[in-house]
């Protein structure tokens, strides 16, 4: 049977977690930064975890993370 290949796109974009689960970067931090708060944009800068409903397609395209 072959190898089933990972997407590439997402492997650029997640990270697999110690448990299991899936780390990615945050969005709403690339343009229209001057309205947004010091404290927002700082907050924006953690990783986040993939929400659980997204969870099965993360693992489905990255099948050797």
């Not at 796109?9 to 689960?21: H, L």
Request: glycine share 8%.
């Amino acid at each position: 049977m072959p190898k089933i290949k990972t997407n590439r796109g997402a492997a650029k974009r997640f990270r697999r977690t110690g448990n299991g689960g899936f780390k990615c970067g945050q969005s709403f931090k690339r343009h229209i930064l001057t309205k947004k708060s010091t404290k927002r944009k700082r907050q924006l800068r953690r990783p986040s975890h993939v929400h659980p409903s997204d969870q099965r397609m993360a693992e489905r395209m990255m099948p050797y993370s």
